[in-house]
């Protein structure tokens, strides 16, 4: 790209040697970077890009924006100052890849639990319209149907750019992206033109991060308040109205506010709700009418989750009585309450959750056709919010047995983490066991006729973080080898 264009979207400070005609890419790794390249440095949580400014020289970069005078030979390379280089790379990332978010409809939901839920409902929906959409989020970036894998739930502001060009180089016209907290927080969205913005739920998460709820609920509110920066084209913001931060979102915004729920009065409101073991049934009220919606999701959050998905692509102009027609045909969202395929007498389902809310609604689910036992394997993860542990060992305890363990233990003592969440069972009806692994198959063996099993923490993910290295790992295969082991010859009544 021509340098002069893309740098006329920036505040510069000062500009040191000569500026080359042409940008190749941006880069804010220093790893990355090859010839021609522009690299920005940006001080980060472990280590400040502004320290690598060497390496991405003799990489071959041919610009380097920084905060503040750096050494370099100025007759092969130039140096750009400015005051605050996230916001440069923003201003840089979006004018680099042409402000893709415009050309398409952009759906970004937040919230504590169900953000992939919600978008992975939403991107079938569309899917199953017959249109063209990507997704984004913790479980990687998916191209239509073709998924690649990411680093974050909600990518750095780089990678989004990149990616989301790429995705209207190939004709996509919808995208849907799960943004976290983190993501609002560290400017991973800034010039992201949303056009609709949901919001799941607000709880206990990430305070290692945020340190207080209304820290952590303020950052997730700007992202309903920020859209207001871009005041070109209408965009609607989607709330939860049973939430206790709904009516502070709905001052935060300045745009008009779509509500659903099951319990206040709500825009997209649901009744006569019917749990079973096969899905859930309700009657939906919706400004364009009653509906009666079935879906094979279970439990009271999917019913929010599912509120969530038809409201906010109704907020784009689809009919509701065509997305309760669609939702019918969404057989699961991988790794949320997803029923194991398993020759066994038990039944066991496999769950992301790993807050004291999603474990309470986790087992919530399955209460209402509960016949024996439930069996609950609760996992956290070591080096994140420490706090929430003792809280979500609470929740599990509402299981008759639980199995408390770790979903990535990284650097932490296994046994300490252990220890923390124990402080909060409810009853004497638990192990702990620190290897996933063992954890997992002692649930399975435990096992009889009836029970269920839920194997919490990590959904479908397929590693785990032990110290600095990521190993392969994945609960499905766990289960099944478990199960294969322990019902070895067992007939199904129903074969
Ligand atoms: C604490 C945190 O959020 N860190 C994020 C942050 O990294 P950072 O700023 O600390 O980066 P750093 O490693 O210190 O490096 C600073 C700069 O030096 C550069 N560098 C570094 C090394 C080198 O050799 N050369 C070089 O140029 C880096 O490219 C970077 O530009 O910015 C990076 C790019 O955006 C993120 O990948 C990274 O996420 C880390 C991996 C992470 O684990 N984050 C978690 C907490 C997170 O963000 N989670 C949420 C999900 C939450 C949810 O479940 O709801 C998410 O959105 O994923």
Not at 187 to 201: A, K, P, S
Not at 280 to 286: A, C, F, I, M
Request: net charge negative; glycine share 8%.
């Amino acid at each position: 790209m021509d340098t002069r264009l893309l740098l006329s979207c920036l505040k510069v400070k000062k500009i040191y040697g000569r500026l080359p005609e042409k940008i190749n890419n941006l880069e804010q790794d220093s790893r990355k970077v090859n010839t021609g390249d522009l690299f920005i440095c940006t001080p980060g949580f472990t280590v400040d890009g502004h320290d690598f400014y060497e390496e991405a020289l003799s990489n071959g970069a041919s610009i380097i924006v920084s905060e503040r005078h750096l050494e370099m030979d100025l007759n092969s390379s130039a140096l750009i100052v400015v005051n605050d280089t996230k916001k440069a790379m923003a201003l840089l990332a979006n004018k680099f890849y042409d402000y893709p978010s415009s050309k398409m409809t952009a759906y970004g939901v937040t919230g504590t639990n169900g953000k992939t839920s919600v978008t992975t409902l939403m991107h079938a929906m569309l899917r199953k319209e017959g249109k063209t959409a990507a997704l984004s989020g913790t479980n990687g970036i998916k191209i239509n149907d073709e998924m690649f894998p990411s680093d974050n739930t909600t990518c750095d502001i780089l990678t989004n750019q990149r990616e989301l060009k790429k995705a209207v180089t190939s004709g996509v016209e919808n995208m849907v992206m799960e943004v976290s907290s983190h993501g609002i927080e560290q400017g991973r969205l800034h010039g992201i033109d949303f056009d609709v913005v949901t919001f799941t739920n607000l709880s206990h998460e990430h305070l290692d991060y945020h340190h207080t709820m209304e820290k952590y609920g303020y950052t997730k509110g700007l992202l309903f308040a920020q859209l207001g920066n871009n005041l070109q084209n209408a965009k609607i913001v989607v709330l939860n109205r049973d939430d206790p931060w709904y009516s502070a979102y709905k001052g935060m915004t300045a745009y008009e506010v779509i509500s659903y729920g099951i319990k206040e009065d709500a825009n997209f409101f649901a009744e006569n709700i019917l749990y079973n073991e096969d899905g859930t049934h309700y009657t939906l009220h919706s400004p364009e009418g009653t509906y009666q919606v079935e879906t094979s999701l279970l439990g009271e959050f999917n019913v929010y989750n599912s509120l969530a998905a038809i409201a906010s692509l109704y907020a784009d102009g689809y009919s509701v009585s065509e997305l309760v027609t669609i939702l019918k045909t969404v057989a699961f969202v991988p790794g949320r309450m997803e029923k194991v395929e398993i020759n066994a007498p038990a039944t066991v389902y496999l769950d992301y959750a790993h807050t004291p809310d999603a474990i309470e609604k986790s087992i919530q689910s399955v209460l209402p056709f509960k016949k024996r036992k439930i069996i609950f394997v609760a996992g956290t993860g070591g080096d994140r919010d420490k706090g929430k542990r003792p809280f979500m060992a609470e929740k599990a305890s509402k299981a008759d047995y639980v199995i408390l363990t770790i979903n990535d233990p990284r650097y932490e003592d296994t046994e300490e983490i252990l220890r923390a969440m124990e402080k909060g069972m409810q009853h004497n009806s638990y192990v702990l066991i620190a290897d996933r692994r063992e954890a997992i198959s002692h649930a399975i063996e435990l096992a009889e006729p009836d029970d269920i099993v839920i194997v919490a923490g990590k959904g479908p993910e397929d590693y785990q973080i032990i110290g600095g290295e990521k190993l392969p790992h994945n609960d499905i295969e766990i289960i099944k080898e478990s199960s294969a082991k322990k019902y070895a010859g067992f007939v199904s009544n129903t074969d």
